[in-house]
């Protein structure tokens, strides 16, 4: 249920759903949630969702990949790459977007990427650049070329702030959940209309 009737008609890509939770290891909500990067388990188990399907349970040949325990500088790429991901998407116009945009570009201008004709269909393989943030680029670049990026959102309650995929056909989804914080919204906001007085009251002055 998405709260405002309308009809869901999407699944999640695996690519959405490894990039929300990157992005949900943030510190946010209210009380705050702690930065799960921090956690090494819980670190190596979000990024090892960006790991390359043919890797298996070892790491790659030249010892790059964190299949375990992410080093610090590493994790201090993502943690930046997180926090340009999050401008993008709580951008509040087109403009703001776009220069968004612009300032990951240039701040990720250190990844290239080359197209590859060895199998049946064209590939992308990435020649510079850290593999772990490639892998996240180019699982953001997947979703813009599929046209599915606008679905990744910010949950409108500024108690939660959780990022979700919007499967409603028209993307109008404000909540991540409407039946916590759509509905906790929608009763905060009868209560400041049946009590107006009150809630001007409990405004700072």
């Not at 188990?45 to 790659?60: H, K, N, R, V, Y």
């Not at 500024?158 to 509905?183: I, K, M, P």
Request: hydrophobic residues 40%; aromatic residues 6%.
């Amino acid at each position: 249920m998405t709260g405002n009737g309308s009809e869901r008609v999407t699944r999640v890509p695996a690519a959405a759903g490894a990039l929300m939770a990157l992005l949900n290891s943030r510190p946010h909500a209210v009380p705050v949630l702690p930065d799960k990067l921090a956690d090494p388990r819980q670190a190596a188990e979000i990024l090892g969702a960006f790991a390359p399907p043919d890797l298996g349970d070892a790491p790659d040949p030249a010892g790059t990949w964190p299949t375990r325990e992410p080093a610090v500088e590493r994790l201090e790429r993502v943690r930046a790459l997180r926090s340009d991901l999050m401008a993008v998407v709580e951008a509040a116009d087109a403009e703001e977007t776009a220069r968004r945009w612009e300032a990951l570009t240039a701040r990720t201008s250190d990844h290239t990427f080359v197209l590859t004709f060895a199998g049946p269909t064209p590939g992308v393989r990435q020649v510079s650049g850290d593999p772990l943030t490639g892998r996240i680029l180019a699982s953001v670049a997947e979703l813009v070329r599929d046209g599915n990026w606008s679905r990744i959102r910010v949950c409108g309650s500024d108690a939660c702030r959780g990022v979700f995929y919007d499967t409603t056909r028209n993307r109008t989804q404000r909540w991540h959940s409407y039946e916590l914080c759509g509905n906790r919204a929608n009763v905060a906001a009868f209560r400041a209309r049946k009590n107006p007085a009150s809630t001007a009251a409990a405004r700072p002055s």
